[in-house]
């Protein structure tokens, strides 16, 4: 972490080709083998004070147009050739911290750790997914829902 941004990548069942993680008994692994972050909430976090950029909190994928408050585990959508199906919300960890204070309690709270789709923090963090058909994805390919669950 951070990430930097790349113009293409190969999603495969263990996430983009060629990247790793820095712990790997807590990070990756085919459930959590993307990690998607919406760019209009990294803007709103800037506009907070914390110093963020595309791929600043991990993100293999940074998104625009999705609304994140609608994003739900067992959805399936297509990156590039590549479909992936989220899996589980994002819980940040201390490694964040480097932003400066509260940027956790920015990402998630207590209502979106139960669960409550409701929380005006929800998703905010990131979505995990897990990639169910390899393939390529580019810089400002589209990222489209295929479906509402598996």
């Not at 293409?8 to 990247?19: N, S």
């Not at 408050?69 to 479909?83: D, E, N």
């Not at 994002?90 to 409701?118: E, F, H, K, W």
């Not at 580019?138 to 479906?147: Q, R, S, T, Y």
Request: glycine share 12%.
């Amino acid at each position: 972490m951070p990430k930097r941004p790349i113009l293409e990548g190969v999603l495969t069942f263990r996430g983009v080709d060629g990247d790793d993680w820095a712990h790997p008994e807590i990070h990756g692994g085919p459930k959590q083998a993307i990690l998607l972050i919406s760019n209009e909430e990294i803007e709103k976090l800037k506009a907070k004070g914390f110093p963020l950029f595309a791929g600043a909190l991990g993100e293999n994928l940074t998104t625009e147009g999705i609304p994140y408050s609608q994003l739900r585990a067992g959805q399936r959508f297509r990156a590039g050739t590549a479909v992936l199906q989220l899996t589980k919300l994002r819980r940040p960890c201390d490694t964040l911290n480097v932003y400066g204070p509260g940027i956790q309690a920015q990402l998630y709270d207590q209502q979106a750790r139960a669960g409550d789709t409701s929380s005006p923090h929800w998703a905010i963090g990131g979505f995990y997914a897990a990639v169910v058909s390899p393939g390529l994805v580019k810089a400002g390919d589209e990222i489209v829902l295929l479906d509402e669950s598996a």
